[in-house]
């Protein structure tokens, strides 16, 4: 449960927080507010403060029907941003929220110290595996099906949970087998999956313990909490938060959100109910 972040290592057994910095005109909840490097300095500034362990950069829309965006234009969004913020913050852990492995590569030699890859490496195979393996990083795997302009027509499984732990078993093994051990595995609430889908696999989230990696869970004002409270992304931070902290009772190790201060203080709660727990015990 520890990674290895350009050799600072990271113990996943007490939950982590994962900043979310889109720097895309379209994603679903802040689509363009980014924009410039003075607002993505004083963004990642205060999630820093409020306690993030890991800012995630994504550079390409992956909310469902997004518009394709080419090599160049991710490269144009990612690269400057992953330079100006391992200058300007010491110790800064900096994760690429991308597919691609040359996004990926050219993001890591600027200082980036993750990759999260929505698809697992099936979108770049088998670059971005071979990517993971020679630059020694660590890797998340994301479940989906298909891509993001057609992956909400790719729902139908017969049985969800047990396909879900196929494909990582398979996608775990063979990153093992190219030598990848920091591991971390997303089941991709809202990739591929229903509204109550979703709820079904976050109920059953200890089921992917079996897999011996940490389990991201990024829930963060999706449409699985608004479309259920009949409200939108911009009014879903309560519901996020209460799923937030099912998700660590569930055996989240980490949590990739928009509201870092929020998540953290459900990190410290948590914590604090296991402690009760534990004393309870040695009683």
């Known amino acids: 449960m520890t990674i290895n ?91 690429i929220d991308t597919f691609r492995s040359e996004v990926a590569k050219a993001a890591l030699d600027k200082g980036a110290a993750i990759i999260n890859d929505i698809s697992a490496g099936t979108l770049d195979s088998p670059e971005m595996l071979k ?41 775990i093994a063979a990153a093992r087998s190219l030598g990848i051990h920091d591991l971390i595995i997303d089941p991709g609430f809202g990739f591929a999956k229903t509204i109550d889908q979703n709820f079904e696999l976050l109920y059953n989230l200890p089921l992917l313990k079996s897999l011996e990696a940490p389990i991201l869970t990024g829930v963060s004002r999706k449409s699985m909490i608004y479309k259920t409270l009949n409200t939108s992304s911009q009014q879903a931070l309560n519901g996020s938060t209460a799923l937030h902290m099912f998700a660590l009772e569930k055996g989240t190790q980490l949590l990739r959100v928009h509201d870092v201060l929020e998540a953290k203080q459900c990190v410290q709660l948590f914590n604090k109910l296991q402690e009760c727990g534990q004393n309870q015990l040695k009683k």
């Open 131 to 171: 990517t993971i393996a020679s630059y020694n990083v660590p890797y998340i795997m994301m479940h989906t099906r298909g891509t993001p302009q057609n992956m909400q027509n790719l729902t139908d499984y017969n049985h969800l949970l047990q396909e879900i732990v196929f494909y990582f078993s398979e996608k």
């Open 5 to 95: 972040c350009l050799g600072k290592l990271i113990d996943m057994s007490t939950p982590k927080v994962m900043g979310i910095l889109n720097v895309t005109p379209d994603s679903f909840y802040d689509g363009g507010k980014h924009n410039s490097l003075s607002k993505i300095e004083k963004q990642v500034r205060k999630m820093l403060t409020d306690g993030a362990d890991i800012i995630d950069i994504g550079g390409y829309s992956s909310k469902p029907g997004a518009s394709e965006v080419s090599l160049e234009e991710e490269l144009h969004r990612v690269l400057p941003v992953v330079a100006f913020l391992t200058k300007n913050f010491k110790d800064i852990i900096i994760s």
